[in-house]
């Protein structure tokens, strides 16, 4: 044991270290008991609402949930997949420190793991792991809180560690690794950051197998793949659960095939290009890179109401009469309407909570690489960045994302292409770093090395220079409807063009001062890196010492800029976050309605994009990136130009909210025309398609018929149906799981139920026996009920849920075992060496 702690004494020093940076760089607001106010999650939780609630009652949350767009499942919501070992190593990151801790620590040892990999020197891995843990889009996520994304990437390098080792010959060890780091990968949950990573892999396999062929290796290079193939086959029955659900439920969401033929224009299957290119990277902003707030930063004003900006003082003199207080109000009037929008950031994109900073050190370092760097490594690398900032581009360079949009294989299911950057944050630290190891070992002549590291400090260095000198020689620091803004803001001040053109240019010279200020310390971090790599090599620093200031100098400029977007203004504490989720008295009003199952309709918000609309009721709005197609496609069609009263009652709408526009009160009506759970309708109307369908819902009584595609002719027997006053149903008990009715009728009965349509999981029960079903309404559920008093359950019993955790139990099994021995193979290797 003793001599385990003296062999790994570096290591575990260097852990420590990464444990003190991390609670240091949250230290303020823990100290006070403070917590992150991330934004996505207090929208989860919303969206979680009474999934908690019945795992609170239950001790397991459900399947399926009916809090936001009528019902949906909640595969990607909250569920608790019990039998995935991976669950519990994701507990582990993620509770054995405060929030976010956890997942800074996991984005620094995975890394760090990697590079020791590549066998380079500890302290210049220790260095290589703070310049990609703390990437500002790492710390972006952290801040909004996209937790799982943060998760996902932070399981990049340890897998690909475990890809390395395998193929260095180390078989069991390496492929036991992988099987453990890719499970945890897919049970972070977010599928687009594991398919961009698993793309970069096909690049690495790609460049292997042609070395192999070229070396005549491929019997051992088939070996490796074997052991890969297992370890994923592994991995992938860990998540059987989750990767089932996801895949089945994946095909009916908004990312799935149109219903709907003649409103279509894009593809069939996946998301609009005009949705899926949404944020896609402008091409300059690409330099971001290099010069952290080159684009002004975050979607904000917080420089512009500072009283030196030029903004400021051109509102003031012109606008506000030197007041103070009125010239903040007024700039954000300036930034907030949608007219002008005049904020700091000034890219392509809608708006952005931050821009991808690499940091000045590591750019400089991977073009020192790109011209030294001997390993086959160095051509992934490269490989792979031109191909993803390519196709992080978008709809600003469509030549290449257009081709894998139209033909790669699930391409098109994501959106947000910019965040395939991610990866790139990986890349580029690995190559900088590769470029020291190569410095460091001595192969290379100390006269081109320095040549070459000049070469590279010019390069980036004189870039920053140049744009710190003469900023608008590459930008112009104007938005793309720069001339639509000025319009309007002359309109806004009364068609006083001068003083329009006075304002307007007083925010370009803020967003030039901006870029300039990070252009100069860029140039003087790059001479700093210049400095100390330079007396490496040239031996007037000795290794520790350099590798150990690089560390730090890495540290500094990745720690200041990361505190522009995640800071202790970032936290609440426990009382002001409760205090922003206090109910309003019309809120307070609806909760006090003891029926299990109504909806709200919140027309004070935007109710179908926000997911506050789900904070305190079952709502027919919500939000959700993958919400089911269908009732997207009701979204779209009844809700977007104008309101369709017949749908919010069969939608069992029972209460609607607005808010006045003159004093800002809110305001509860309730709906006497709400058709409640369950109804029985007095005949149906059959169409021949989903347009006619979804036409026919236009206009219609949906208290006296139902709208049923004839694909369900053979499930209604229209000969035994029959009209009767005295016929009823009603709701006996709720669970989002498990519904049961009751009902009377003299004759067989077409009844519908306000319950929404999803035919992977619910299976309806007519006193214990199961009947078929069908859809109505384009959306609901609906079925044809035998005369008589009976009980009516519908249960969500999922197959691919019930089934797949049973594999998920055997694959972490196997997990454990393959794990096991692969650490018992590497040790008992290492005794007989």
């Known amino acids: 044991m003793n001599n385990w702690f003296k062999n790994n004494g570096t290591h575990l020093a260097i852990i420590a270290i990464f444990v003190v940076i991390s609670f240091a760089y949250f230290f303020k607001p823990l100290l006070d008991g403070h917590v992150l106010a991330q934004s996505d999650v207090i929208q989860a939780k919303a969206m979680q609402k009474e999934i908690m609630e019945y795992k609170d009652k239950d001790g397991k949350g459900p399947l399926w949930t009916n809090q936001m767009f009528g019902g949906m499942p909640a595969y990607q919501i909250w569920v608790q997949y019990a039998y995935n070992g991976a669950t519990y190593g994701i507990a582990l990151i993620t509770k054995a420190f405060p929030t976010p801790i956890g997942t800074v620590l996991l984005l620094l040892v995975g890394a760090y793991f990697l590079f020791i990999t590549l066998k380079i020197n500890p302290w210049l891995a220790a260095a290589g792991a703070i310049a990609f843990a703390f990437t500002t889009y790492n710390f972006v996520l952290i801040a909004t809180g996209h937790s799982n994304k943060a998760l996902a990437i932070g399981f990049f390098a340890p897998i690909i560690a475990g890809l390395i080792l395998t193929l260095r010959g180390k078989y069991w060890l390496g492929a036991s690794l992988t099987a453990l780091f890719l499970a945890l990968e897919i049970r972070a949950n977010h599928v687009q950051m594991t398919y961009y990573l698993l793309l970069s892999i096909l690049i690495f396999m790609g460049i292997e197998i042609y070395q192999a062929y070229k070396n005549k290796t491929l019997p051992a290079l088939g070996k490796a793949i074997s052991f890969l193939g297992a370890a994923v086959v592994i991995a992938v029955m860990v998540n059987a659960s989750l990767l089932w659900t996801t895949s089945e439920y994946a095909k009916e969401t908004n990312r799935g095939k149109s219903n709907l033929t003649s409103t279509s224009t894009e593809k069939e299957s996946g998301m609009t290009k005009e949705y899926a290119y949404g944020w896609s990277q402008g091409v300059g902003e690409s330099f971001t890179f290099l010069i952290p707030d080159l684009y002004g930063g975050a979607t904000s004003i917080d420089q512009l109401v500072k009283p030196e900006s030029h903004l400021y003082k051109a509102v003031s003199e012109n606008l506000t009469g030197g007041d103070p207080q009125a010239t903040i109000q007024a700039i954000g009037y300036l930034g907030q309407d949608q007219r002008l929008n005049m904020q700091q950031y000034w890219g392509e994109k809608p708006g952005t909570s931050g821009g991808y900073y690499f940091g000045s050190i590591i750019c400089f370092l991977f073009v020192f690489g790109l011209f030294i760097v001997r390993s086959r490594l160095k051509w992934w690398i490269l490989a792979t960045t031109v191909l993803f900032i ?124 901006i870029a300039r200020a990070d252009a100069i310390r860029s140039f003087l971090f790059i001479a700093i890196a210049f400095g100390i790599v330079w007396a490496f090599i040239t031996k007037k620093l000795n290794m520790q010492l350099a590798f150990g200031l690089l560390a730090f100098a890495v540290l500094i400029d990745m720690w200041q800029v990361d505190r522009r977007y995640l800071n202790n203004t970032s936290f609440k504490s426990k009382s002001d976050m409760n205090a922003d989720l206090q109910p309003r008295d019309v809120d307070t009003f609806i909760e006090a309605d003891k029926d299990p199952n109504f909806r709200v309709y919140d027309q004070s918000i935007p109710t179908f994009t926000s997911a506050n609309a789900s904070r305190f009721h079952k709502t027919v709005g919500g939000y959700h990136a993958a919400k089911l197609k269908r009732f997207d496609e009701l979204i779209q069609n009844q809700f977007s130009k104008s309101v369709n009263q017949d749908v919010l009652d069969m939608l069992n709408t029972k209460y609607f909210i607005t808010q006045d526009p003159q004093n800002g009160s809110f305001k509860m009506s309730r709906n006497p025309t709400a058709l409640g759970n369950a109804w029985i309708v007095q005949g149906v109307q059959f169409v021949k398609n989903a347009d006619e369908e979804m036409k026919a819902i236009s206009s219609f009584d949906p208290k006296q018929e139902a709208i049923v595609d004839e694909q369900y002719k053979k499930l209604i027997d229209t000969t035994r149906l029959g009209a009767d006053p005295t016929a009823f149903i009603k709701m006996e008990k709720y669970h989002p799981d498990h519904i049961e009715y009751s009902y009377s009728a003299p004759r067989d009965v077409i009844a519908v139920f306000s319950e929404i349509y999803y035919d992977k999981g619910w299976n309806m029960y007519i006193d214990g026996k199961e009947k078929p079903y069908f859809r109505a309404d384009y959306v609901l559920r609906a079925a044809q009920l035998e005369a008589g008093n009976h009980k009516v359950e519908f249960k969500f019993e999922p197959k691919s849920y019930y089934t797949g955790e049973k594999i998920s139990l055997a694959g972490s099994i196997l997990l454990i075992a393959f794990l096991g021995f692969g650490i018992y193979a590497d040790n008992k290797k290492k005794k007989v060496a």
């Open 390 to 513: 390519l196709l992080s581009f978008g709809k600003n360079f469509p030549y290449v994302s257009d081709l894998f949009y139209n033909y790669f294989p699930l391409y098109n299911k994501f959106r947000a292409v910019e965040s395939i950057l991610a990866v790139v944050g990986l890349m580029v630290p690995l190559l900088a770093f590769l470029a020291i190891k190569e410095a460091q070992e001595g192969n290379i002549d100390q006269k081109i090395l320095i040549k070459k590291l000049t070469w590279s400090a010019g390069i980036t260095g004189g870039f920053a220079l140049i744009v710190a000198l003469a900023p608008t020689l590459f930008f112009s620091f104007k938005t793309n409807n720069h001339a639509e803004i000025l319009t309007n803001l002359t309109q806004m001040l009364k068609n006083d063009a001068s003083l329009a053109h006075k304002v307007a240019d007083a925010l370009i010279q803020d967003r030039i001062s």
